[in-house]
């Protein structure tokens, strides 16, 4: 798959970002400097933003939770392993943030519909997602 470069879209960081800074990977030329994504993530604060990360109980899901956590972010965790979400909860918390455990099975459709009001009703407006579930 290759990328129309005449697009008008232009992404909030250079292609080669995502990998690590001087690699070759081949991505559209801008013309204007742009940080990496490296430094988005790091240096974005997101307090006061809602953000959702799904398959949060291990890995890059509960990776990803925390990471937002520590920039500023109220975090909806969720997946189906309750006490892992619980104790990501307890992780954040005890580090000044916002966490709420959302157990949940991302294949029914009506858990998903439920967990969002949840979410809105005691976080707020999601503005944020991560979608990172596992499948067993």
């Not at 070759?24 to 006061?48: F, K, W």
């Not at 954040?92 to 519909?113: F, I, N, S, Y």
Request: proline share 7%.
């Amino acid at each position: 798959m290759s990328l129309d470069t005449r697009s008008p879209f232009r992404p909030p960081f250079r292609w080669h970002g995502w990998f690590s800074e001087g690699t070759d990977h081949p991505g559209p030329a801008t013309d204007r400097e742009e940080p990496i994504i490296s430094q988005v993530i790091t240096t974005t604060p997101l307090t006061g933003r809602v953000a959702v990360v799904t398959g949060a109980s291990s890995g890059i899901g509960e990776a990803t939770a925390e990471r937002l956590a520590q920039l500023g972010a109220k975090v909806a965790v969720a997946a189906r392993r309750k006490e892992n979400l619980d104790a990501l909860v307890a992780r954040v918390g005890e580090a000044g943030g916002t966490a709420l455990a959302v157990p949940l099975d991302v294949t029914d459709r009506e858990a998903v519909r439920e967990a969002a009001q949840r979410v809105e009703q005691e976080l707020g407006r999601v503005e944020l997602a991560s979608t990172t579930p596992g499948c067993s």
